[in-house]
């Protein structure tokens, strides 16, 4: 069974940046579109980035409110990707999960919290 697993969130100050990392395992990595995904307090799972499977260098799809402060890279040797956000906002603050796309439902991980808060 294909799993998830998160790592890396934290309390950052407005402007700042953080790192968010996921290993995927039991599943063929390479053969799928990854996403990061994030659930604000109050708020449904959102799709917040995408990248595809071409290969380590793979071109990046964001949610138009995370165009220029995201961005989305994977490595299919290491089965892992990650989540780099720069110039956060309050409006960031979530919990942020990754998974394939579209999601194997039954398969989320427990997520990695982001606070974006002075």
């Known amino acids: 069974q294909v799993q998830f697993v998160e790592s890396g969130g934290g309390l950052v100050q407005p402007g700042g940046s953080l790192r968010v990392s996921c290993r995927v395992f039991?599943?063929?990595?390479?053969?799928?579109?990854m996403a990061w995904y994030r659930q604000g307090p109050g708020n449904q799972r959102e799709l917040v980035a995408s990248?595809?499977?071409?290969?380590?260098?793979?071109?990046?799809h964001y949610k138009d409110s995370v165009k220029g402060r995201f961005t989305i890279s994977r490595d299919n040797a290491k089965t892992t990707v990650d989540l780099h956000m720069t110039n956060l906002k309050v409006e960031d603050t979530a919990t942020y999960y990754c998974?394939?796309?579209?999601?194997?439902?039954?398969?989320w991980g427990q997520g990695t919290q982001v606070t974006v808060s002075s």
């Open positions: 990248v595809f499977s071409g290969g380590n260098g793979g071109i990046g």
């Open positions: 039991g599943t063929r990595f390479s053969e799928y579109v």
């Open positions: 998974n394939r796309v579209p999601p194997v439902y039954d398969s």
